[in-house]
């Protein structure tokens, strides 16, 4: 079945440092990709999804692609701040009993320090 | 827009008393509903989705129940809670269609001593 594999850190960075969280996956089909965040206490916001390959998405300097050759959605910011500090997941559609659920990675926490 | 309610925001009950946790969801209609689960430190558990009124499918059978009597509201509940059942309780919606992105509440935080 649709299964989710990211690091699990967690990922402590410096201010303005390169951020990468993999995320690797197995699947059926053409799955669409996700990454979440939460920051603490919180819910899970969606950050940026692709829905087919070599799409890629991206919000607030966050960036992913859809790799189905190496079935990989990796995550990327080219310079964090303490803001960023959160726990991200990575997340893909799988179909069950004719509805479409999501499949959790376990979550990679990030730690950014001034 | 929407957005999605979840109460009791913190909750704290003994072992063995009942449980109801309420979300509504506003501004969309006949969306997929689902409650999951997040145990201190590990990723979510899904534990009840819902497409429609009256229809609740478990992905995990355990200590609780999901109800959804409404088109936009979904409840959880136990009759006795268990230590195990402690956790960070998320409700999500997803928009009818072809979307599949879902939108989370603020969660529900329940310690049961």
């Known amino acids: 079945g649709n299964s989710v594999t990211q690091m699990e850190g967690p990922v402590t960075l410096s201010e303005e440092a390169f951020l990468t969280i993999n995320c690797t996956y197995t699947?059926?089909?053409?799955?669409?990709l996700f990454w979440y965040v939460q920051y603490p206490g919180e819910g899970l916001q969606l950050l940026l999804k692709?829905?087919?390959?070599?799409d890629k998405g991206s919000n607030k300097g966050f960036e992913a692609t859809y790799r189905k050759e190496t079935t990989s959605f990796h995550l990327e910011k080219g310079s964090v701040q303490v803001s960023d500090s959160a726990v991200y997941f990575c997340a893909l559609t799988k179909t069950q009993g004719g509805s479409e659920k999501l499949v959790f990675g376990k979550g990679t926490k990030l730690t950014v320090n001034p | 827009s929407q957005t999605i309610h979840q109460w009791p925001a913190t909750l704290v009950q003994p072992v063995g008393s009942p449980l109801s946790l309420e979300c509504t969801v506003e501004g969309t209609s006949n969306p997929n509903l689902y409650w999951y689960r997040q145990a201190a430190g590990r990723g979510l558990q899904l534990l009840f989705y819902s497409v429609g009124i009256g229809q609740i499918s478990s992905e995990v059978p355990q200590n609780l129940s999901a109800s959804r009597p409404q088109d936009r509201q979904f409840i959880l509940s136990s009759k006795k809670l268990l230590l195990s059942d402690s956790g960070f309780y998320l409700c999500?919606?997803?928009?009818?269609?072809?979307?599949?992105?879902?939108?989370f509440g603020p969660g529900t935080r329940l310690t049961v001593t």
């Open positions: 692709a829905t087919k390959a070599d």
């Open positions: 699947a059926t089909g053409y799955p669409s």
């Open positions: 999500a919606w997803r928009r009818f269609g072809d979307s599949y992105e879902q939108y």
